[in-house]
Structures are given as structure tokens and as C-alpha cells.
């Protein structure tokens, strides 16, 4: 099946060339029929310029242009509409900083085609995080608990960005409903899977954090996952999601 691979970019410059490139000669070494969608958010360090001048280079990149910054959320959706318009049958999502290694793709990509979903998890046995301090290892692991446990779903990383969606998944979970901008938006879609009956297989990475560039992550979108998670579960008992 065509993959697409949906990589959202802010301010990127220095890690989306590198990144295209892995994941072109992965394409190649792995036998995946696979395309790159650069979904750049207006970066003022010119990365969505870089990204258009390297599709012109690589066959396989796509470039879509966002008129400003609005979250990861709305990127996402964005590029999910695009990836299901050309005929993707798997999605994945991933970021762009090598915190997620493009050769666990085939891993995911297996996955997904058993269950609907596949997860990279940093907490599942053989799953681990480097380059991490104390509070960071603290709020990702208590976020992750504070979702299975108010959700009431067995994936132990809901919070994970690295994912593989087969199409009938990713239709059913109707990204363009879901309303999450940060960091939530990865266990929104956790859940509407879960709820529209597909499975969430998770695959043990390493997650490394960034080397480039800054970390995107603010206490905005903590707060936002703090209050997103329980609206979510009253909403599905009230038979609104």
C-alpha cells in the first residue's frame, strides 16, 4: 500500500534535509512505496522554502504550505486530508527532529496493517528514552497515566507522535473533528481508534530528544492535555465522539 509519511515543520531548517534523505534511502532499503508530505507552518527560518526546493530534487516529496502557526494539532489534520485525497492506504505521522527514527518505520508500518494502528511506544518492554532530565521523564509518564486511566485504554504511550494509521482507521477517526491543537492531539486519536474499534499495536523505540533546533513543548500544551482528557471522556459517554 502507498504510505505517506506526514512530517509537520516549524523552524526545521537544519533537520529537514537530513531527515528527507533517511527516509528516501529507507523507502528504497525497506521496499516501501512511500512519499514525504512537508506540512511547513510558515517557519520564518525559510524551512518551507528548503522543503520546496528539495521536492523539486526528491520524487518523492510533496510540499503543503500553512499560512501560520496554529499547533500541531491543525498541521496534522491538514496533512491527514491531504495523504487520504491522494489515495494513501497508511499514514504516518512523525516529527522531524530525529527524536523518532525513520528505520522503525516498517516496524509501525507492519503494525498497522495487523491491528489499524501502529504506535511507536517509548513504554512498553524494550521501549526507552535518552537524553531526557527528570521533570521531562515525569510529566510524559504521568501524562501517559493520567490518559489510560481516565480514558480507560491498555496503550501504555497514548502520548506517542509516531504512529501508523491504516486509511480505514484514520477514516474513522475523522481527524478533521478532532479538536486537540498540542500534544493532546496525539491521545484524541488514540481514543477515537479505540472507540471506533480498530486496535493500537504498540512497537518498543528509543526515543532521543532533539540535537536541532528547540523543543516545541510549552506549559500551554500541558495544560491543554490536562483539561482535553477528561472533556474527552464525558463526551464519549454522553455519545458525542
Not at 499560512?67 to 486530508?81: D, H, I, M, S
Not at 477517526?173 to 481514543?191: L, M
Request: hydrophobic share 45%.
Amino acid at each position: 500500500m502507498r504510505l505517506v509519511v506526514c512530517l509537520p515543520t516549524y523552524d526545521e531548517r537544519e533537520n529537514l534535509e537530513p531527515m528527507l534523505r533517511r527516509l528516501g534511502e529507507l523507502f528504497a532499503a525497506a521496499a516501501l512505496d512511500g512519499r514525504v508530505l512537508v506540512v511547513d507552518d510558515a517557519s520564518p527560518d525559510g524551512t518551507g522554502e528548503l522543503a520546496d526546493r528539495l521536492a523539486r530534487e526528491l520524487g518523492f516529496v510533496d510540499v503543503l504550505h500553512r499560512e501560520r502557526k496554529e499547533g500541531l494539532g491543525p498541521a496534522y489534520v491538514a496533512g491527514f486530508g491531504r495523504a487520504l485525497e491522494a489515495g494513501a492506504g497508511l499514514v504516518a505521522s512523525m516529527d522531524c527532529d530525529f527524536s523518532h527514527d525513520p528505520a522503525d518505520l516498517p516496524r509501525l508500518v507492519s503494525a498497522a496493517e495487523r491491528a489499524g494502528v501502529g504506535l511507536g511506544s517509548r513504554y512498553v518492554a524494550g521501549g526507552a528514552t535518552r537524553n531526557w532530565g527528570l521533570v521531562r521523564r515525569a510529566v510524559s509518564r504521568g501524562g501517559s497515566l493520567y490518559a489510560r486511566l481516565l480514558l480507560g485504554i491498555p496503550v501504555r504511550d497514548p502520548t506517542s507522535g509516531f504512529k501508523v494509521y491504516r486509511r480505514d482507521a484514520l477514516e474513522a477517526i475523522r481527524p478533521a473533528r478532532v479538536e486537540a491543537r498540542g500534544y493532546a492531539f496525539q491521545i484524541e486519536t488514540v481514543y477515537r481508534a479505540i472507540r471506533a474499534g480498530f486496535a493500537v499495536e504498540e512497537v518498543p523505540i528509543l526515543f532521543a530528544d532533539r540535537e536541532e533546533g528547540g523543543s516545541k513543548m510549552g506549559p500551554e500544551i500541558v495544560l491543554e492535555a490536562v483539561v482535553r482528557v477528561p472533556r474527552l471522556r464525558l463526551a464519549a459517554l454522553r455519545g458525542r465522539l
